[in-house]
């Protein structure tokens, strides 16, 4: 399997060509099975959880089928959202 630093940024870079080079992507992890996630889109307004994460899994559920990851937890929010969190 490639490097961690490049399967990062190869998901990242899918992620991007879905949410728009706007959006802001933060992935972390350990090692190169577990990935935690954060996704900041103005694509996510009015879509529900669910609606949310079938979009994202349409995009890495290939790398979990295939076993290059073991798990990818993430939490998705519209800019708006993020800007309350934080």
């Not at 870079?13 to 996630?37: A, C, H, P």
């Not at 307004?45 to 295939?66: A, F, H, P, W």
């Amino acid at each position: 399997m490639e490097s961690i630093i490049m399967f990062k940024d190869k998901i990242n870079k899918e992620l991007k060509s879905i949410f728009g080079l706007d959006s802001d992507i933060k992935i972390f992890t350990d090692d190169d099975k577990y990935f935690n996630t954060i996704i900041i889109s103005d694509l996510f307004k009015d879509k529900t959880l669910l609606e949310r994460q079938k979009v994202v899994y349409d995009v890495v559920g290939k790398y979990i089928t295939s076993r290059e990851i073991h798990a990818f937890s993430f939490k998705t929010y519209t800019k708006s959202e993020w800007a309350s969190e934080s």
